[in-house]
């Protein structure tokens, strides 16, 4: 029996949808989150004392694109939600765009550094290597993104959201294709053994076109 593969259509609606529905209890459950240890990993590997543009890929309700604001940095939220978005305005004070993942219309080389925090697992793979290219694009030479995903392997829906879950191989497979050299990976929460980390986080930088 063929199984049905799920349009690109139907991922984004569904996804997004299920976030729309959930995003008070979302903004709830995650707004008091410690992810110090990557903002850390993110910000040390960008250029230091000085203001960066930033762009938080997948912003949801605010909570990072607020952090970097308070440093100093000009940082852009973006999603696909039209209620986080509006959610992320009200609390930041920043510029939040509403674009889809799978439709982004970034100005080329406008951002020294992308955060996608818990946002690129919504990516099908087979859409992965076009929106990374997209984000390539957007990033100035030697530009940082940083990636934190739920870890695994397999894809498909998890509920009402569709997850595509990779472990550290098939991630540095995916970033080389798009010319991103992987900086260094770390499983989360710190502190415990490995079967008890779901999430897998990544820095990478954006290679020399020229190389």
């Known amino acids: 029996m063929k199984i049905q593969t799920p349009s690109l259509k139907e991922i984004e609606t569904a996804t997004l949808n299920h976030y729309s529905q959930n995003a008070e209890s979302y ?22 004392e000085q ?3 930033i762009l938080d890929l997948g912003c949801g309700p605010g909570r990072d694109v607020f952090y970097f604001k308070s440093l100093g940095h000009r940082p852009v939220g973006l999603d696909g939600s039209e209620v986080f978005c509006r959610m992320a305005r009200t609390y930041s004070g920043c510029r939040i765009l509403q674009q889809s993942l799978l ?11 992308i955060f996608a925090n ?58 080389a294709n798009a010319q991103f050299e992987i900086l260094d990976h770390y499983y989360r929460p710190p502190g415990k053994p490995r079967h008890e980390q779901p999430w897998l986080a990544i820095t990478a930088r954006k290679r020399d076109e020229s190389c």
């Open 27 to 48: 903004w709830q459950d995650t707004k008091d989150h410690d992810v110090t240890q990557n903002y850390t990993a993110f910000l040390d590997a960008l250029p230091q």
């Open 51 to 53: 203001v960066l543009d």
């Open 103 to 113: 439709s982004l219309d970034l100005p080329p080389q406008g951002f020294d550094g």
């Open 118 to 175: 818990a946002s690129l697992f919504h990516v099908p793979s087979r859409e992965l290597p076009r929106v990374l290219n997209d984000l390539y694009t957007a990033l100035r030479p030697a530009g940082i993104l940083f990636i934190s995903n739920p870890r695994g392997n397999g894809e498909g829906w998890s509920g009402q959201r569709y997850g595509h879950f990779m472990e550290i191989d098939n991630s540095r497979e995916f970033l």
